[in-house]
């Protein structure tokens, strides 16, 4: 079945420090690929998303690269910051199929 | 504005009790989600609904009941529920998939559910 790993957290980083969350999948299909985030109180937010190998996606300085040689798509920012705390989800959503597989969530925090 | 709205946000209730849980979507999706969010484990897919139509139950106890009037609405009533059931329950809606693989989930934020 399709299922999604992501790195363990938590993750404890510095103010302006570089950002890496490992996420790898498998997947029977040509999967969509989503990043979410999840802030104190609040739901999962779409973060990014790629939908076929080799694209890029990118919002609010992350960024995301479906590499399907790899089934991987991990999650890079150059400089974090405090804001930046939060969970974050990688997900698949395989052709056709109705549910989004999620990871486990990766906590993140980041120190002034 | 998440554009997907769950009230209430917060709800205590006792195993004999009846109470509902309502999400409200104003985004023109056509399917609508219940998932499941407890500490330290993945996030559950309850159910499914695509065009009003239940597509998807993943062995969720019949003590959580689902109810989908129309495509903007969705509703999960609980009874009689056990200790182990309190979690963050996430409502969210899509487009239908088979349309737009790459559409995504917009969530609600979520009501915090207590069984006492």
């Known amino acids: 079945g399709n299922s999604v790993t992501q790195m363990e957290g938590p993750v404890t980083l510095s103010e302006e420090a570089f950002l890496t969350i490992n996420c790898t999948y498998t997947?029977?299909?040509?999967?969509?690929l989503f990043w979410y985030v999840q802030y104190p109180g609040e739901g999962l937010q779409l973060l990014l998303k790629a939908t076929k190998a080799d694209d890029k996606g990118s919002n609010k300085g992350f960024e995301a690269t479906y590499r399907k040689e790899t089934t991987s798509f991990h999650l890079e920012k150059g400089s974090v910051q405090v804001s930046d705390s939060a969970v974050y989800f990688c997900?698949?959503?395989?052709?056709?199929?109705?549910?989004?597989?999620f990871g486990q969530g990766t906590r993140l925090t980041i120190n002034p | 504005e998440t554009g997907v709205t769950q009230t209430p946000r917060h709800l205590v209730m006792g195993m004999t009790n009846k109470k509902s849980l309502k999400c409200e979507q104003h985004l023109g999706h056509n399917a609508m989600y219940w998932y499941k969010q407890s500490a330290k484990k993945p996030l559950e897919l309850m159910f499914v609904?695509?065009?009003?139509?239940?597509?998807e139950n993943n062995s969720v106890p019949s003590r959580f009941s689902p109810e989908c009037p129309n495509s903007s609405h969705l509703f999960l009533h609980l009874h009689t529920l056990q200790p182990e059931d309190s979690a963050l329950y996430l409502c969210?809606?899509?487009?239908?998939?088979?349309?737009?693989?790459?559409?995504?989930?917009?969530f609600g934020n979520g009501t915090r559910l207590t069984v006492t």
């Open positions: 997900a698949l959503r395989d052709q056709g199929a109705q549910k989004l597989v």
């Open positions: 969210a809606s899509s487009q239908e998939p088979n349309r737009d693989v790459g559409s995504p989930l917009h």
């Open positions: 609904y695509s065009l009003e139509e239940r597509v």
């Open positions: 997947a029977t299909g040509y999967p969509s």
